[in-house]
């Protein structure tokens, strides 16, 4: 090899390469032979004058490979970081309270279900993807939450603001409350924050930390103006009937006032909350018609009940969720309408007739 001379055999191994001499002989040997004289190589046609030592860089063939990332937390760890890792998920209504400090089968339960539903691998070990995933979604909890203590109130007994009014419409939501709001926090409201905590397993004391402020944001929907002045409620909010659902006998769905509307001839029946599928898991939109109804349906995949299921599109349907009247919109289907209002499910399943037509669509 032309360069080698120059470069040197040393440079060359050190930049990680192999020298290889493919005559096999040694450069020392090359300068200590005498060269062939011309009466010998006349003598000896197949004598030849030795080709010079060449030298072959060969690059390393060991390849490094990246180790797997390892876990930030994984079930049988205990301590602070464990706590916090069950306050962050609480907050998602991935986990119940009481924080325990060990990372148990409801926290690898509730570690799962957060992992699928943002798409990530539902090991149910909180790997760094997972960890930055839900401090991105998540406050940090503080020291009472993660101590299971009470924490400062934010409202309480005496207290008068449009904001109490606020907290008292989002209990009404979650059937917490009944009548009709007001500014003050009294009695009733004490005994409808008492209910709640005591329901969703944190410190029961009748006044509004910040934890159980976020477990009923989390559970509810922003009141509209009807709902704080003590009107009924209209769950889709005046939103114009879709031109689809103006003729014949329709469940017109709207995701966007995610409301359930019983359109006869034009005429709204009844109308009912609804939540639908996840980013996921979606509810499809378009025109169906019902091809089956089950009063007492149990969900073959998940084991869970669905009564009055109104099937409409490929196993997605219209029927009663208990976890949608007990967590509200903090909670999502797989795929298919969830009602809340078990009686007025009740009676609307009565009146909608197989063939009846299914509109779901974004006002």
């Known amino acids: 090899m032309a360069g080698v001379g120059v470069l040197g055999a040393a440079t060359v ?23 062939p004289s011309p009466v010998a190589a006349a ?16 690059p390393a063939t060991t ?18 970081k464990v706590r916090q890792l069950q306050g962050r998920l609480s907050q998602l209504a991935w986990y119940t309270p009481p924080m325990s400090g060990r990372y148990d089968p409801a926290t690898r339960s509730g570690v799962r279900g957060f992992q699928a539903k ?22 940090m909890p503080s020291g ?19 904001a109490v009014r606020v907290v008292q419409a989002r209990l009404r939501q979650v059937a917490w409350f009944s009548g009709d709001v007001s500014d003050r926090y009294g009695d009733q409201t004490v005994a409808a924050v008492r209910g709640f905590q005591g329901k969703r397993h944190v410190p029961v004391t009748g006044k509004v930390d910040r934890r159980t402020l976020d477990l009923l944001v989390g559970m509810t929907s ?30 017109c769905i709207d995701k ?52 009055y299921s109104m099937f409409f599109s490929r196993g997605q349907a219209v029927h009663y969720s208990s976890d949608f009247a007990a967590r509200g919109y903090a909670g ?27 509109v779901v669509y974004r006002s």
């Open 256 to 307: 966007t006032s995610s409301s359930l509307r019983w359109v006869v001839d034009g005429t709204v029946r009844s109308t009912l909350d609804v939540r639908f599928g996840s980013e996921y898991t979606p509810t499809r939109e378009g025109v169906f018609s019902v091809y089956w109804k089950d009063a007492d349906h149990v969900s073959d995949l998940f084991g869970s009940a669905m009564p």
């Open 222 to 251: 922003v009141p509209t103006a009807a709902e704080l002045a003590n009107k009924a409620p209209d769950p889709a909010d005046g939103a114009a009937v879709d031109s689809r659902c103006r003729t014949g006998r329709v469940l």
């Open 118 to 139: 943002r798409g990530l691998p539902s090991t149910g070990v909180v790997d760094p993807r997972s960890w930055r995933r839900l401090v991105a979604m998540t406050r």
């Open 332 to 358: 999502a289907s797989h795929g298919c309408v969830n009602v809340r209002d078990y009686a007025g499910l009740a009676s609307l399943f009565g009146q909608v007739s197989t063939g009846d037509r299914v």
């Open 13 to 35: 191994a050190a930049a990680g390469f192999a020298v290889v001499s493919l005559s096999g002989t040694t450069d020392r040997a090359l300068r200590e032979r005498e060269p």
């Open 144 to 162: 009472d939450e993660m101590f299971n203590r009470a924490g400062p109130p934010l409202f309480q007994a005496g207290d008068e603001s449009h």
């Open 63 to 80: 390849v490094r490979r990246k180790p797997p990332p390892e876990p930030v937390l994984e079930p049988g760890d205990t301590g602070v």
């Open 43 to 58: 003598a000896s046609p197949t004598a030849t004058t030795p080709e010079p030592t060449e030298l072959v860089a060969e």
